[in-house]
């Protein structure tokens, strides 16, 4: 089994940062892709940013390119997403995800397997 918890929402004012962490526990992460998911309210679930584990190739939505940075900490089995510039478009509940050994998809939720809980971001204008 794959733990994921996230961590770091709050609320913050537009054209602030902040930094959301997902924390993993379980399996071997050289094999993982994990990404970052967002929900905002009547909305469907929307890709913001993946990454492989064991390269650190990155790929982002197009909404989110240059203002935020996925990464991962190989020693804390812990991914970032580093949120610089935020918008109120950007509220939203953001979700971390992981799957294991697949070649394609990262921008598909249908292609995780494991989910973390949830955590909400705010920006106000």
């Known amino acids: 089994q794959v733990q994921l918890v996230e961590s770091g929402g709050g609320l913050v004012q537009a054209g602030g940062s902040l930094r959301l962490s997902c924390a993993a526990a379980?399996?071997?992460?050289?094999?993982?892709?994990m990404g970052w998911f967002r929900q905002a309210p009547g909305k469907e679930r929307e890709f913001v940013a993946a990454i492989i584990w064991s390269s650190g190739s990155t790929y982002y939505a197009d909404s989110v390119k240059g203002r935020f940075t996925i990464s991962r900490d190989n020693a804390k089995n812990t991914m970032y997403l580093q949120m610089n510039s935020l918008k109120p478009a950007d509220t939203a509940v953001y979700y971390c995800?992981?799957?294991?050994?697949?070649?394609?998809?990262?921008?598909?939720?249908?292609?995780?397997?494991?989910w973390g809980q949830g955590t909400q971001v705010t920006v106000s204008s």
């Open positions: 995800a992981a799957v294991i050994d697949v070649g394609s998809g990262l921008s598909l939720s249908k292609t995780y397997d494991y």
């Open positions: 379980g399996r071997t992460f050289s094999r993982f892709r």
